[in-house]
């Protein structure tokens, strides 16, 4: 299933802090120093790399992407020019044949690691929008949204089976490592493999590559223009995220009323964001509220959108079965 971690709150009340940890004042880039200070999205790297280590070398990989939603426009962080500079090119979600949302020529990095993981964060945070309001320095103006996409191999006859069959899952994940090898794991270069004998030929037909989400997002701070004081463009800016924000609670608030129609395209951030929300996703909500008296109304803004999101209830999640092609077949 997907997973959705996403801080909410106030412009100014810690979300960037606790996503991302301290950053440096120069570029912006969060710091690894201290361990203890750590945010969510790094610490949540290492736990992934951590759990892949355990497994079977090849059966694992994890892809990465770092966009924003900056006035309801998507824009890939990681994407390049001509020249090898990476610079924010505007996207656009749609949905696929199965039903999905996808959001085509998005850039997808493979990593290896929770550190290579850092550094395309990094890279991605050096271009999001920030401007300057009576409530922080560095208010940010957009979502950042990190995804991180983890492709299993799964043995199509194991599946759904007892875990005593996991020791043949992991020879036939050793038999076809070459298939998959470290470096071609993007979807281009897996689609492009071909088995170079009989044996991993079979090996390859026995596998199913599954896909899941992890997605990471720091919300931009709910803002009311007379205490930010913003005009112009930082007013339009304003405006993007509070309608998007207030589509986000429209969203958990149908899915809590267990309502037919979920209303996930009043928005880019909620289309981008449906997958990690709705179905058998989890979800987890960080609120970050202002300890000032002055913001109290924005505090209980707040903690009415997390009485929103609480309200949320999902049975377990089930355990989706491929179909197994018969033997005679």
């Not at 309502?259 to 395209?265: A, C, D, F, G, Q």
Request: charged share 25%; net charge positive.
């Amino acid at each position: 299933y997907n997973v959705c971690i996403m801080a909410y709150g106030q412009t100014g009340s810690g979300k960037t802090y606790t996503m991302l940890g301290p950053q440096l004042e120069e570029n912006f880039a969060f710091s690894l120093e201290d361990e203890l200070e750590l945010g969510i999205i790094p610490r949540a790297a290492q736990e992934v790399f951590r759990l892949i280590s355990e497994k079977p070398p090849g059966s694992y990989w994890v892809e990465v992407s770092v966009v924003e939603v900056y006035n309801n426009e998507i824009f890939d962080l990681l994407a390049k020019d001509s020249c090898g500079k990476v610079f924010g090119i505007k996207r656009d979600v749609v949905t696929t044949r199965e039903g999905k949302n996808d959001v085509p020529l998005l850039t997808h990095e493979t990593v290896e690691n929770a550190s290579e993981f850092l550094h395309l964060v990094n890279k991605g945070l050096q271009l999001r929008v920030r401007h300057p309001t009576l409530v922080h320095a560095h208010s940010s103006r957009s979502h950042l949204v990190v995804t991180l996409t983890i492709t299993t191999i799964i043995s199509e006859d194991n599946f759904g089976t007892s875990w005593e069959d996991e020791q043949t899952s992991q020879r036939l994940n050793k038999e076809v490592s070459c298939t998959f090898p470290q470096k071609m794991r993007d979807s281009k270069s897996t689609s492009s493999s071909r088995p170079s004998s009989p044996a991993q030929l079979e090996a390859t037909e026995k596998l199913k590559q599954v896909k899941t989400r992890l997605q990471l997002v720091d919300l931009a701070g709910s803002e009311c223009v007379g205490m930010s004081g913003v005009t112009g463009a930082a007013l339009r800016e304003t405006s993007f995220i509070n309608r998007s924000l207030s589509a986000l609670a429209d969203v958990l608030g149908a899915i809590a009323e267990q309502r037919s129609h979920v209303p996930y395209r009043n928005s880019k951030l909620t289309r981008l964001l449906q997958d990690s929300v709705g179905g058998d996703a989890k979800l987890l909500v960080m609120l970050c509220i202002s300890p000032d008296q002055k913001y109290l109304t924005e505090s209980m803004q707040s903690l009415g959108f997390g009485t929103r999101a609480r309200q949320v209830q999902r049975g377990q999640v089930k355990k989706k079965k491929f179909p197994v092609p018969s033997k005679a077949k």
